[in-house]
């Protein structure tokens, strides 16, 4: 089935489900023309005909990150004391603090001292220390296909799905209207993303379209288990846990992959870890594959390296450097949850803080537009003098590291690069200095230059760390250096369906492609696909657009019904 044909079928989505009047087909309805209220226009008009090369997109100047996920480290766990014991000794638990593993093992995180509110909803409160490669697990179907936490969890994980759904509408939309036709029937998708209850709604929406779906989690920290469990009992071969080490990291991937009398023919990636897998240890795998779409800045790096040195040998949609990813989700959605984290993991005030923001895309603007707001001194690192330059008139002091770092309280990578926060700075930073990240992987912040045998490291709650110098002075680090709003808080779930979305499209379009429209080469999605997104979710608002006369579209040189900025078109 050509996505013309899919596209243009689902192209009308509103909210509430409506059918023509007149009993004619859902795809004449679909090309009919939008009334002014129309919120979402027919993507097949303006992908028809499009050559795949106006859609490339040349190779971004940040520099790749290394993307490898370290191990946790183990947990003391303290019950509550009698209230007859006047006097409780802590000696015990001090010193189990203090331990810390001497080389990656299997064994996943205890529970910690002070659980914090981030950690996955349980309904089995016992202290389970068994690592779920150990366990023998079934569903209710009698299927042990899956590796997840404890899947007695599946009903409160189902419970969060459902809230995600209504939060989502444009995905739910394309999921009504779109399953009746099936447009992934025989795709078998391979995934690798962060496991929320978010993702959780694109899983099950790729299915009602008709693909079957195996998924591992691209983030150690960031899986909630209760989700992972309610999608294993629905039936998807799911491998992820909350605090998995990074032996289990690569098998959780591995098992998704290498399953005999199953090939996947797509890739969806978050950080290029799946996608490297593949080629390092099934290369073969890529005769049958028919696309991969990436949505973040190092996996992106890594597909636009594979195709300059010409070892990209499938075709490759780059959803991160989208419009609806960038100026959403990477925007809108940090400047929400920098905060979340920050204060579930720490209870800090903001107000008068000073803080630097390292890197001024986004992700940094969102964060230091957020911070701002709450009344801290904001301090901005950027090597692109663009980006420099309007992080200066947006009221920013621009400086360098080793000015600042040693009057800062808050430390906030967020560039991409590796070794950005280094154990110099980390010996010159003030006593209580936060540290955290919120980009992708954790190299951003010199994590293993910690690990040495004069700095002491002290567990305080999940995912916050003290590291602890001989002269007593300390750091917060915060998820171990990665990424900080998955690993330590939510995410707001409306701006993850206009990601959410973008991914499902790229994948039906890759997937029903015809042979020859697109090369072994990296791809953006067209500019009237970004604007179909967007309009999915303006309902929500009850807004209603503006629609073009014959006339101003012709002075403009314009369709009526978009794409209404060129490809150059910089939001």
């Known amino acids: 089935m050509s996505v013309q044909l899919v596209t243009a079928k689902i192209a009308d989505v509103e909210l509430k489900e409506d059918k023509p009047s007149d009993g004619a087909p859902l795809v004449s309805a679909a090309m009919a023309e939008p009334d002014n209220n129309s919120a979402a226009p027919p993507l097949s008009q303006a992908i028809k005909g499009l050559p795949a090369s106006a859609m490339k997109r040349s190779e971004p100047a940040q520099r790749p990150r290394e993307v490898g996920e370290g191990a946790g480290s183990p947990e003391g766990a303290?019950?509550?004391?009698?209230?007859?014991?006047?006097?409780?000794?802590?000696?015990?638990?001090?010193?189990?603090?203090?331990?810390?593993?001497?080389?990656?093992?299997?064994?996943?995180?205890?529970?910690?001292?002070?659980?914090?509110?981030?950690?996955?909803?349980?309904?089995d409160s016992s202290d389970d220390e068994t690592s779920p490669r150990d366990k023998q697990q079934?569903?209710?179907?009698?299927?042990?296909?899956?590796?997840?936490?404890?899947?007695?969890?599946?009903?409160?994980?189902?419970?969060?799905i459902e809230i995600a759904e209504q939060e989502m509408p444009a995905l739910m939309a394309l999921r009504k209207r779109a399953q009746g036709e099936k447009p992934l029937a025989g795709a078998k998708i391979v995934g690798c993303t962060h496991i929320t209850a978010q993702t959780?709604?694109?899983?099950?929406?790729?299915?009602?379209?008709?693909?079957?779906?195996?998924?591992?989690?691209?983030?150690?920290?960031?899986?909630?288990?209760?989700?992972?469990?309610?999608?294993?009992?629905?039936?998807?071969?799911?491998?992820?846990?909350?605090?998995?080490?990074?032996?289990d990291f690569?098998?959780?991937?591995?098992?998704?992959?290498?399953?005999?009398?199953?090939?996947?023919?797509?890739?969806?990636?978050?950080?290029?870890?799946?996608?490297?897998?593949?080629?390092?240890?099934?290369?073969?795998?890529?005769?049958?594959?028919k696309g991969i779409v990436e949505e973040s800045v190092t996996g992106v790096h890594r597909l636009y390296q594979l195709s300059k040195a010409g070892k990209l040998c499938v075709p490759a949609m780059n959803v991160n450097d989208s419009v609806t990813k960038q100026k959403f989700d990477n925007l809108y959605c940090c400047r929400e949850s920098i905060l979340d984290g920050l204060k579930r993991t720490t209870d800090m005030m903001f107000g008068g803080k000073q803080v630097?923001?390292?890197?001024?895309?986004?992700?940094?603007?969102?964060?230091?537009?957020?911070?701002?707001?709450?009344?801290?001194?904001?301090?901005?690192?950027?090597i692109d003098p663009i980006c420099a330059l309007q992080a200066c008139m947006d009221g920013f002091r621009l400086v360098k590291l080793n000015e600042v770092i040693r009057q800062v309280d808050i430390v906030i990578t967020c560039t991409g690069n590796k070794n950005v926060v280094t154990r110099e700075h980390l010996d010159r930073m003030k006593n209580g200095c936060i540290v955290c990240n919120m980009g992708h992987s954790n190299t951003e912040i010199d994590v293993a230059s910690l690990r040495t045998p004069e700095l002491t490291w002290e567990r305080v709650r999940s995912q916050v760390d003290h590291v602890i110098w001989p002269d007593g002075k300390r750091i917060v680090l915060l998820a171990e250096g990665r990424l900080l709003n998955l690993s330590c808080s939510t995410v707001p779930t409306f701006v993850l369906s206009i990601t959410a979305t973008t991914q499902a499209l790229a994948l039906i379009e890759l997937?029903?492609?015809?042979?020859?429209?697109?090369?072994?080469?990296?791809?953006l999605l067209p500019k009237k696909m970004d604007e179909y997104v967007a309009s999915l979710h303006l309902p929500t608002f009850d807004a209603h657009l503006t629609e073009l006369s014959d006339e101003q579209a012709k002075y403009l040189g314009l369709n009526k019904n978009g794409p209404f900025k060129p490809n150059y078109y910089r939001y």
């Open 356 to 382: 630097v923001v390292c890197g001024y895309g986004e992700v940094g603007k969102g964060c230091c537009a957020a911070l701002k707001a709450m009344g801290s001194i904001v301090y901005v690192t950027e």
């Open 200 to 247: 959780a709604v694109l899983i099950e929406t790729l299915g009602a379209l008709g693909a079957q779906c195996r998924w591992a989690a691209c983030n150690i920290y960031s899986t909630l288990n209760e989700v992972a469990a309610a999608l294993a009992e629905s039936g998807v071969p799911v491998f992820s846990w909350k605090g998995e080490s990074e032996d």
């Open 511 to 523: 997937y029903n492609a015809p042979e020859g429209r697109y090369k072994q080469d990296v791809y």
């Open 78 to 123: 303290v019950s509550e004391a009698p209230r007859t014991v006047k006097k409780i000794q802590f000696a015990d638990q001090k010193r189990e603090f203090n331990k810390r593993p001497t080389k990656i093992g299997r064994r996943s995180l205890s529970r910690s001292i002070s659980q914090s509110s981030t950690d996955s909803y349980s309904s």
């Open 250 to 289: 690569w098998w959780c991937i591995d098992r998704c992959v290498n399953v005999e009398g199953w090939q996947p023919n797509m890739i969806l990636d978050d950080g290029g870890d799946l996608t490297h897998w593949i080629y390092k240890k099934y290369p073969n795998m890529f005769k049958k594959i």
């Open 138 to 160: 079934k569903n209710s179907k009698g299927s042990s296909d899956f590796c997840v936490k404890n899947i007695k969890q599946a009903e409160f994980g189902r419970r969060e």
